[in-house]
């Protein structure tokens, strides 16, 4: 069972899944030329609560772009990843956010990564104006909840989760 559980503003939860974190932290930058990784995050919404599992995410695409201190996701790939999960799941899953990882063990998001966020909370098409980021450090990974406001985006750290932490 998953430790990975947190509050969003709303009172709703949000639930990183086991498999999800371990492919995430299988791509930590551990060594000096290891480059910036990231995908998607899918997941669902339940039905009861509203409540939100991430169960699963994409991992980097030949077509995307991996320095050592930046990571250019393409559409290509990402997309057919989402459209398989799309179809086996009959239409009940979402696109939730993003997660990269960084050269450091305690990320936190740089200036770049916020425009990147805002862009994508503009983007996005769904009728909620919410999205989650996530940074993979070597140590940590870090959860943040961004969302679409009149008045501009706000990114709210939700909460971390230590790689020690892992179930094997
Ligand atoms: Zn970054």
Not at 20 to 41: N, R
Not at 74 to 79: L, M, N, P, R
Not at 130 to 144: A, D, E, P, R, S
Request: with cysteine; hydrophobic share 30%.
């Amino acid at each position: 069972m998953s430790k990975a559980i947190y509050s969003l503003p709303d009172n709703r939860k949000l639930k990183l899944c086991d498999d999800v974190l371990k492919m995430m932290f299988s791509y930590a930058q551990d060594h000096k030329k290891s480059p910036e990784s990231g995908g998607i995050l899918i997941g669902r919404i339940l039905n009861c609560e509203s409540h939100i599992v991430v169960d699963d995410a994409s991992e980097p695409m030949k077509s995307d772009v991996q320095t050592r201190y930046r990571f250019i996701r393409k559409s290509v790939g990402h997309q057919e990843f989402f459209n398989e999960h799309w179809e086996n799941s009959e239409g009940r899953c979402y696109y939730l956010g993003e997660w990269h990882t960084h050269p450091e063990a305690n990320p936190t998001p740089s200036i770049i990564d916020k425009q990147e966020w805002g862009k994508l909370l503009y983007e996005s098409i769904q009728d909620q104006n919410q999205l989650y980021f996530i940074i993979v450090g070597t140590k940590t990974l870090v959860i943040w909840y961004g969302e679409r406001k009149v008045s501009g985006n706000t990114f709210l750290r939700i909460g971390s989760f230590n790689r020690n932490d892992i179930q094997n």
